[in-house]
């Protein structure tokens, strides 16, 4: 009973997976074993495929990558690193010290001023020269001088006057020779050109006229031109190296003090004594003035109510780039009467 048990079960377990397999293709016909060959044989193409991935993950090329032969790169030691950084500096600093950069870099890396020369010195005398020769070569110098008003507004023109007609006139300052302005009768020139600090000696008690005279700081006279009307006046200044606050660039008191005579030479000429003091002077800093360059300082006149006298003016580069403006009041002290004004006459010539 057992053994039919066993052998019924056996049979079982023997017949039942063609009992349970689905019927695919019914019928013997040569169409159908056709298509069964057909199917079996991409079912073995897809399991040997199947194990041959399996087994080889990751397929080898013909050709291998240079990256995976090589050793990994080496990556520069911090001595060389430094040492790079530093060459490159030196460089950088070298070159920011010899040519020429614009002015906003010249704020950050100036150019170290030299101790100045002797004012008596061959060095001093040649700078002096030099800067008197750029002067007057100045294409606002030329333009000032050529300037002309009606005979009735400027000033008369002392060759029509001698009637001599010398095709050059010789400054006693500098030697250098300029050209006498055209003669004609009805025109006449509107500034009259004179040297501040140079015909007479201001002293060493003069801040302007004295202390701060020679080579890197004021090496020449200022060049002023003052209409008839003593309303209206234009300086040319050189300022030197010597005369810095930060490296490179003018002080800012030095500018406020330059103003401050500019404008009193406008305003005390309007005086009767001529003699004047500050009142009041308002500065609006507008640009930073770079040293060792020419600036042009024009003044005018606003108003005046007996002894005060207001005045403004500014500084410009020669391109004609306000630096500063000024305002300021002057008025002549009661006493005026009473002290001498020969030494301020003298320094209006």
């Given at each position: 009973?057992?053994?039919?048990?066993?052998?019924?079960?056996?049979?079982?377990?023997?017949?039942?997976?063609?009992?349970?397999?689905?019927?695919?293709?019914?019928?013997?016909?040569?169409?159908?074993?056709?298509?069964?060959s057909a199917t079996s044989t991409s079912s073995h193409k897809l399991r040997a495929r199947s194990l041959?991935?399996?087994?080889?993950?990751?397929?080898?090329?013909?050709?291998?990558?240079?990256?995976?032969?090589?050793?990994?790169?080496?990556?520069?030691?911090?001595?060389?690193?430094?040492?790079?950084?530093?060459?490159?500096?030196?460089?950088?600093?070298?070159?920011?010290?010899?040519?020429?950069?614009?002015?906003?870099?010249?704020?950050?890396?100036?150019?170290?001023?030299?101790?100045?020369?002797?004012?008596?010195?061959?060095?001093?005398?040649?700078?002096?020269?030099?800067?008197?020769?750029?002067?007057?070569?100045?294409?606002?110098?030329?333009?000032?001088?050529?300037?002309?008003?009606?005979?009735?507004?400027?000033?008369?023109?002392?060759?029509?006057?001698?009637?001599?007609?010398?095709?050059?006139?010789?400054?006693?300052?500098?030697?250098?020779?300029?050209?006498?302005?055209?003669?004609?009768?009805?025109?006449?020139?509107?500034?009259?050109?004179?040297?501040?600090?140079?015909?007479?000696?201001?002293?060493?008690?003069s801040l302007s006229g004295f202390t701060l005279r020679g080579p890197s700081k004021f090496a020449i006279?200022?060049?002023?031109?003052?209409?008839?009307?003593?309303?209206?006046?234009?300086?040319?200044?050189?300022?030197?190296?010597?005369?810095?606050?930060?490296?490179?660039?003018?002080?800012?008191?030095?500018?406020?003090?330059?103003?401050?005579?500019?404008?009193?030479?406008?305003?005390?000429?309007?005086?009767?004594?001529?003699?004047?003091?500050?009142?009041?002077?308002?500065?609006?800093?507008?640009?930073?003035?770079?040293?060792?360059?020419?600036?042009?300082?024009?003044?005018?006149?606003?108003?005046?109510?007996?002894?005060?006298?207001?005045?403004?003016?500014?500084?410009?580069?020669?391109?004609?780039?306000?630096?500063?403006?000024?305002?300021?009041?002057?008025?002549?002290?009661?006493?005026?009467?009473?002290?001498?004004?020969?030494?301020?006459?003298?320094?209006?010539?």
């Amino acid at each position: 009973m057992s053994a039919r048990r066993n052998a019924t079960l056996f049979g079982q377990s023997m017949v039942r997976p063609h009992t349970l397999r689905p019927r695919l293709f019914s019928g013997n016909t040569p169409e159908a074993r056709a298509q069964l060959s057909a199917t079996s044989t991409s079912s073995h193409k897809l399991r040997a495929r199947s194990l041959a991935t399996s087994s080889n993950p990751f397929p080898s090329s013909s050709t291998s990558s240079p990256s995976s032969t090589s050793s990994p790169p080496r990556r520069p030691s911090s001595s060389r690193t430094f040492l790079s950084l530093a060459t490159g500096l030196v460089l950088g600093s070298a070159l920011a010290l010899t040519l020429p950069r614009p002015r906003l870099l010249s704020l950050i890396l100036p150019n170290p001023t030299p101790l100045p020369h002797a004012a008596d010195s061959e060095e001093g005398r040649l700078e002096t020269q030099r800067i008197e020769k750029e002067l007057e070569a100045l294409p606002i110098v030329k333009q000032l001088r050529e300037a002309q008003v009606p005979a009735a507004q400027g000033y008369a023109n002392p060759l029509i006057a001698q009637d001599v007609s010398p095709t050059h006139v010789e400054t006693s300052l500098t030697g250098i020779e300029d050209r006498a302005p055209p003669r004609d009768s009805s025109l006449a020139p509107k500034y009259r050109e004179s040297r501040p600090y140079a015909a007479a000696n201001a002293g060493p008690h003069s801040l302007s006229g004295f202390t701060l005279r020679g080579p890197s700081k004021f090496a020449i006279p200022p060049l002023a031109f003052t209409s008839k009307d003593n309303k209206e006046a234009v300086f040319l200044m050189h300022l030197g190296r010597g005369l810095c606050g930060h490296e490179g660039v003018v002080h800012g008191g030095l500018l406020a003090t330059v103003l401050d005579e500019s404008l009193a030479w406008t305003a005390l000429q309007l005086l009767p004594s001529n003699i004047g003091v500050t009142a009041t002077l308002s500065l609006s800093y507008k640009k930073p003035t770079f040293a060792d360059q020419f600036v042009v300082i024009r003044t005018e006149f606003v108003r005046q109510e007996g002894r005060k006298v207001w005045v403004k003016g500014q500084v410009e580069d020669l391109e004609g780039m306000v630096l500063v403006q000024a305002e300021a009041l002057f008025v002549e002290p009661k006493m005026a009467k009473f002290l001498s004004s020969s030494s301020v006459r003298e320094h209006f010539k």
